[in-house]
């Protein structure tokens, strides 16, 4: 299977400063990275779609010069929550589809961002 | 809301049932995926079904997909204590990138 990896995996913030998520293919080549916020036992709320070397489209709502997207490479994608405060404490995920096969997306395994 | 929805919400079975799960969706479909997710964890891709595809297996999984009545159906038989786990559905629209998520139903299998 195709592996994600998501960095880092827990992070605690204060509330103004600004936090950075990873999220890498380790073994295959993403030509199109998502990202995602999951709240408590919710669904999956997709925040941006990210394709290698253009600008990401934000969905409705989510504000882009808050969540800053880079996807510079076939293999990494950022996400920087600029200026955090408590209400963007939440489960941030980032999927990729494959250069060969877009059928399926293959998940991180998350990152859990606390403001303090 | 684009979501589409799952019932039943949460559901609670005896290790060794079956466990069955619906989705139901409001556009038209490329396809609709299955996934798991573990508690605080990443999803887990487990079936993808194809528009023109009624019915599909995989090990203990048995997915359906009705696209006249734009729903599915994932079927886990013989549960097991490690089937715990948030299940949700996806869709992918004709030419899209994105999928759009269910509400998901959370499992419990009570050994």
């Known amino acids: 299977g195709a592996v994600v990896s998501q960095h880092p995996s827990r992070v605690i913030c204060k509330s103004g400063t600004s936090v950075k998520i990873e999220c890498r293919s380790l073994?295959?080549?993403?030509?199109?990275m998502f990202w995602y916020r999951q709240f408590p036992k919710q669904s999956l709320m997709l925040m941006a779609t990210?394709?290698?070397?253009?600008?990401?489209?934000?969905e409705q709502g989510v504000e882009k010069d808050k969540f800053l997207i880079n996807h510079a490479s076939l293999t990494l994608s950022t996400l920087t929550v600029t200026s955090a405060h408590p209400e963007d404490s939440s489960f941030y995920i980032c999927?990729?589809?494959?250069?060969?096969?877009?059928?399926?997306?293959?998940f991180g395994p998350g990152t859990r961002l606390t403001v303090l | 809301s684009q979501q589409g929805e799952e019932d039943p919400q949460a559901l609670s079975i005896q290790e060794g049932e079956n466990a069955t799960m619906n989705c139901s969706y409001k556009?038209?479909?490329?396809?609709l995926q299955w996934y798991r997710q573990n508690s605080g964890r990443g999803l887990v891709h487990l079936i993808l079904?194809?528009?023109?595809?009624r019915e599909k297996h995989s090990g203990r999984l048995r997915v359906t997909l009705d696209t006249s009545k734009k729903s599915s159906s994932l079927l886990i038989t013989a549960s097991r204590a490690a089937d715990t786990a948030s299940y949700f559905c996806?869709?992918?629209?004709?030419?899209?990138?994105?999928?759009?998520f269910g509400q998901g139903t959370r499992l419990t299998i009570n050994p």
């Open positions: 556009t038209s479909i490329n396809n």
């Open positions: 996806a869709t992918r629209s004709q030419g899209a990138q994105k999928l759009v």
């Open positions: 990210s394709n290698e070397g253009s600008k990401a489209t934000y």
């Open positions: 999927s990729g589809d494959r250069r060969t096969s877009t059928d399926t997306q293959y």
């Open positions: 079904i194809r528009s023109n595809e």
């Open positions: 073994d295959f080549q993403a030509t199109t």
